[in-house]
């Protein structure tokens, strides 16, 4: 059972990336997925999550809304965080992280970012947005 997140890269502000998180040794579709970011020096923050199957729920960060766009292609295995309008803040590594609790993102956001509800977690990968 392994999660791997991919599509970091070095960015210029206001430009845009699209992360990918993929799956292997089990299928996405029953599990929500999170996404979480944790910059230098900082704790790790919930960025967005989206809910099993058709991703009927979705959770997104203040900070992000309105820049950061989260799906999910289950055929694929797949969730995709398309992250555009980037600004330097913004960097940091970006964690993808499944929950067996497939509704999970229709609960408050305290709740949504909470890590110990995340059941699998990818290795991360590093966004550096530059200003």
């Known amino acids: 059972v392994q999660l791997q997140a991919s599509g970091g890269g070095l960015v210029q502000a206001g430009g845009s990336l699209r992360l990918s998180c993929a799956a292997s040794?089990?299928?996405?579709?029953?599990?929500?997925i999170g996404w979480f970011r944790q910059a230098p020096g900082k704790e790790r923050e919930g960025v967005s999550c989206?809910?099993?199957?058709?991703?009927?729920?979705?959770y997104y960060a203040e900070f992000v809304k309105g820049r950061f766009t989260v799906s999910r292609d289950n055929a694929l295995n797949t969730v995709y965080l398309q992250m555009n309008s980037l600004k330097a803040e913004d960097t940091a590594v970006y964690y993808c992280a499944a929950a067996i609790s497939g509704g999970l993102c229709a609960a408050d956001s305290v709740v949504v970012t909470i890590e110990s509800l995340y059941d699998y977690w990818g290795q991360g990968t590093q966004v550096t947005v530059s200003s």
């Open positions: 989206i809910s099993s199957s058709g991703g009927r729920y979705i």
């Open positions: 040794g089990f299928t996405l579709d029953t599990y929500a």
